[in-house]
C-alpha cells in the first residue's frame, strides 16, 4: 500500500537502508575529483584513494600500478558490499537485489560469445568478466555454435534463462546476431525488473519506475544511433526497444525511421526531460551524448535518497558507485597517457 511503507518496512529493510545510507556517504565528492585529477601519475592517485574507503583494498598493491588494478580492486570493494547486503536480505528485497546483476550477467554472455568467435583464450576473457554477473556454467559458454546451442548447454539453468526465449534462433553466432542478441535480452530483463517493481508497489514502484524508464529510452537512443546505416531495418529495430518508458509507444514509432542524429534529436526534444539533454550538443554531435545521458542519471539516482521506506536506494547506490568507477577509470586512463587536458572530458561528477 502506497505511503504505508512507514509501518512495516523496518521489520526487514530497515538494517540495509541505514547500511545502503550510509555506503553511499562515502561516495567520492567533487573536491576528492578535483584532487584526483591533479594528479601526476597511478601512485598518487593511490595515496589519495588511500585516504577513502577504497584505501584498504589498494594499500597493498607494489609499484608501478596500472589502471587495471586501480579499476579491479575499486570494483572488488562493490562486490563485497554487494554480497554482505545480498546474504543479510530476506524476500522481496534478496530478490530485488539479484535482479541488479542480470544486467552484468547479459554483458559476460556477450564478452565470452564474442571473444569465443574471435578465437580469443576463454581463460582471458573470464578474468575480464564483470564480477557481478558471474554463474556457475559461465565457461563453457564457448563451446555454443549458436543461439539454441548457447541455451540448451549453458543458460537453461540461470536466471536468464526466461529471456532467453525471446531470441532462441538457429542462426549461427556472427557480430550482429550477438549484438541483437544483447538488447533482445536487455529488453526482456528490463521488462521483467519492472514488472517486478510494479508487483512490489507503493514508493518503490514509483521510483523505480522512473530510473527503470530512462534506461530504456536510453538504451532506445542508442540503439537507433548505432543501427543508423547497419542493415538492421526498421521493423528489427522497433522490435529492440522496450515497451514502456516515456517513449513507448509514440516516441519508439519516431526513433524507429530516423536515419541521422538530427532526425533522433527532433524526435526527443518533443520530450521536456530529454530536451535539456540534446540542448547541451551541438547538431549532428553525438560523442558526448553518453555523458549528458550519464550526467541526467546520477541527477535521479540522487533523488532516490530523497525518499524513505523503499527498494530503489539498493539499486541507486550501485549504479552511483559503478559509475564512480568508470569516473576512476577514465581519470586513471588520462594520468597514465598523460592526457590530463583531457582529465574532465568524461568525469560525472556525483555529489
Known amino acids: 500500500m502506497y505511503g504505508f511503507e512507514a509501518l512495516t518496512f523496518n521489520i526487514h529493510g530497515g538494517y540495509l537502508e541505514a547500511i545502503v545510507r550510509g555506503h553511499r556517504a562515502s561516495l567520492l565528492t567533487a573536491s576528492d575529483y578535483n584532487n584526483l585529477c591533479q594528479c601526476e601519475t597511478l601512485d598518487d592517485i593511490k595515496m589519495h584513494l588511500s585516504a577513502t574507503e577504497y584505501g584498504p583494498y589498494l594499500q597493498n598493491e607494489p609499484s608501478p600500478l596500472h589502471t587495471t588494478t586501480i579499476v579491479e580492486k575499486c570494483t572488488l570493494k562493490l562486490v563485497d558490499e554487494y554480497k554482505s547486503m545480498l546474504c543479510q536480505a530476506t524476500e522481496p528485497l534478496s530478490t530485488f537485489l539479484e535482479y541488479i546483476t542480470y544486467g552484468h550477467m ?84 528490463l521488462e521483467d525488473f519492472y514488472r517486478f517493481c510494479q508487483k512490489l508497489g507503493g514508493a518503490t514502484a514509483e521510483i523505480m519506475s522512473d530510473l527503470l524508464a530512462f ?44 536515419e541521422d542524429v538530427d532526425q533522433v534529436r527532433a524526435a526527443m526534444e518533443k520530450y521536456p526531460p530529454y530536451q535539456s539533454i540534446f540542448s547541451k550538443l551541438s547538431y549532428g554531435e553525438s560523442q558526448m551524448l553518453d555523458k549528458a545521458f550519464y550526467e541526467e542519471e546520477v541527477k535521479r539516482l540522487c533523488l532516490a535518497f530523497e525518499q524513505q521506506f523503499h527498494y530503489g536506494v539498493f539499486f541507486a547506490y550501485m549504479r552511483l558507485r559503478e559509475q564512480e568507477i568508470r569516473n576512476l577509470m577514465w581519470i586513471s586512463e588520462c594520468v597514465a597517457q598523460n592526457q590530463k587536458s583531457r582529465v574532465h572530458d568524461s568525469v560525472v561528477f556525483i555529489f
Do not use: W
Not at 130 to 136: K, T
Not at 138 to 163: F, G, K, W
Not at 164 to 173: A, H, K, Q, R
Open 106 to 189: 547479459i554483458d559476460n554472455v556477450v564478452l565470452i560469445v564474442t571473444g569465443t568467435l574471435h578465437e580469443r583464450d576463454v581463460q582471458e576473457l573470464l578474468e575480464k568478466c564483470h564480477p557481478l554477473g558471474m554463474f556457475d556454467s559461465i565457461a563453457t559458454l564457448a563451446v555454443a555454435q549458436n543461439m539454441r546451442e548457447l541455451y540448451r548447454l549453458v543458460l537453461v539453468d540461470t536466471p536468464l534463462a526466461p529471456y532467453f526465449s525471446e531470441c532462441i534462433t538457429s542462426e549461427d553466432l556472427d557480430d550482429m546476431n550477438i549484438e541483437i542478441m544483447r538488447n533482445t535480452l536487455y529488453k526482456a530483463y
Open 215 to 258: 534506461e530504456a529510452d536510453r538504451r532506445a537512443v542508442n540503439i537507433t544511433i548505432n543501427s543508423i546505416g547497419t542493415e538492421l531495418t526498421r521493423d528489427d529495430r522497433r522490435k529492440l526497444y522496450s515497451n514502456f518508458g516515456l517513449l513507448y509507444p509514440y516516441g519508439h514509432e519516431e526513433l524507429a525511421i530516423c
